[in-house]
């Protein structure tokens, strides 16, 4: 049995902090998509950590942590994140096991990305840079190179062929920049990635499922950066979605049960890309100062604006949730009013469907007003506690989404989450 924790908005929802609370119910934890791209913050003894590609379950004794093949991997990024986890006193011998189909983020997909972006000047994406489109390209192009590949004699061969490929295409880009120091870098972690256990993810996740296993697949990015779903071109370049789940990790779909969404109770963006509820004045300066929402990847400052409904009905529909958990209720504690978009004004025409170009359309959001709880809620750890004008929030959200919340997170720490009960 598969349960997935994915983001419904367009991304940092609180992935990280939530699957890292869920994972003691769990046996496995996999990651199904993205790469490096993403940043996911937990808390252990105190201390932040960020994880970009090994699965939040990592700090959990007796889970096993897999990196699906539906990630594109950087060995580099690999590297220093599992000397931060070991630090911990992690064993990564026993917990992480990746996928041999998982695709190599190379130097050079990074020089591209940087290359690919530079040259798009205005209408650029806002990509992390990481490498994450072009390495989908080529995987999708049937050129890449995957984990299992290392283990060949010839990979070298075969990395200078993708190599000379990649050249032509900097070069046409006018791309100059020196890539020796990354390649070399690159290559000396291959030899810390080879020891690590390379596994066959298809057979390894479905022997856990026939022996009664339970899986939490993680999502990565949120679903309005979903290559088919999100607001495209503003996007990632994978399915960040519930389907993404079945080919990130070869399972079956009758095996999901449910699909927990998680949404900020309130909304942010980074990177470039129609953001209809982004407030370009001082209540979203407010939210970002507040909500500390800078980005935990790149640290870039993220746009922030209201929940906006339209927008989680569409990710609810497409992923087919079952649960949901609202974070960041907290940092609303001081706003004496709160705005939650309901409708979009496209042309003077309203509408709760997200139109096919966002960009093109420019949606108006009309929002319906709530009173703020304007009291500190960030140690409350019950239900019945929270402020009634929460609920009110709540419950309205709820009854729109056709959908409940079950969890409000309340603080960025493990313990800081209500049950609705
Ligand atoms: P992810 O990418 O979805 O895992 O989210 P990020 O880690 O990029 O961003 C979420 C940020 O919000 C992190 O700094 C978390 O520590 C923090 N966070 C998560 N849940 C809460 C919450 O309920 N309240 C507050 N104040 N911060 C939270
Ligand atoms: P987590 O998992 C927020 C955004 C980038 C850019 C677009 C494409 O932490 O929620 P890419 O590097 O994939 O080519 O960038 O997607 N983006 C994210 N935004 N959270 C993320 O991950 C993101 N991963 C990518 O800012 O706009
Ligand atoms: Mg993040």
Wanted: charged content about 25%; proline content about 4%; hydrophobic content about 35%.
């Amino acid at each position: 049995m598969v349960d997935v924790i994915l983001g419904l908005q367009w991304g940092d929802e609180g992935k990280g902090k939530i699957v890292d609370f869920f994972a003691k119910d769990y046996a496995v934890v996999a990651r199904f998509q993205g790469g490096p791209n993403a940043g996911h913050t937990l808390y252990v003894k105190d201390k932040k950590v960020v994880l970009h590609q090994i699965p939040s379950g990592i700090f959990h004794e007796g889970i096993t942590n897999l990196i699906g093949n539906g990630v594109v991997l950087d060995p580099v990024t690999l590297k220093k994140e599992c000397d931060t986890v070991a630090s911990f006193g992690v064993d990564l011998k026993k917990n992480l096991f990746i996928a041999q189909r998982t695709h190599l983020i190379l130097p050079t997909h990074r020089a591209l990305d940087k290359a690919a972006e530079l040259s798009k000047g205005n209408e650029k994406i806002g990509s992390t840079l990481k490498g994450i489109g072009p390495t989908y390209m080529d995987k999708t192009g049937r050129n890449g190179l995957r984990v299992g590949d290392l283990l060949d004699k010839d990979f070298k061969n075969s990395y200078n062929k993708l190599r000379s490929k990649h050249q032509q295409l900097l070069d046409n880009y006018n791309f100059e920049e020196d890539i020796t120091a990354w390649e070399n870098e690159f290559f000396e972690t291959l030899e810390f990635l080879k020891e690590l256990n390379i596994v066959n993810g298809e057979y390894f996740i479905n022997e856990k499922i026939r022996s009664g296993k339970k899986i939490l697949a993680e999502g990565a990015q949120g679903s309005m950066l979903d290559i088919d779903f999100g607001t495209f071109p503003f996007v990632t370049s994978s399915n960040t979605t519930s389907a993404g789940v079945c080919s990130g990790l070869g399972i079956a779909p009758q095996l999901i049960k449910d699909v927990i969404g998680i949404t900020k109770a309130y909304c942010t963006r980074v990177g470039s890309g129609p953001f209809p509820t982004e407030l370009e004045n001082e209540t979203g300066e407010e939210l970002r100062k507040l909500g500390n929402e800078f980005g935990a990847t790149t640290g870039r400052p993220r746009r922030c604006g209201w929940i906006d409904l339209v927008a989680l009905n569409f990710a609810c529909m497409i992923n087919g949730v079952t649960k949901i958990v609202m974070t960041k209720a907290d940092v609303l504690d001081t706003f004496k009013e709160l705005e939650v978009c309901t409708e979009y004004d496209v042309n003077g025409n309203k509408s709760r469907e997200i139109p096919f170009q966002m960009e093109r359309s420019k949606p108006i959001p009309v929002y319906k007003n709530f009173s703020g709880w304007n009291s500190d809620s960030s140690a409350i750890n019950s239900y019945a506690d929270l402020p009634e004008t929460m609920k009110d929030y709540i419950n309205f959200i709820n009854n729109y989404l056709g959908v409940n919340i079950n969890y409000i997170s309340n603080g960025p720490g493990r313990e800081q989450i209500v049950e609705v009960k």
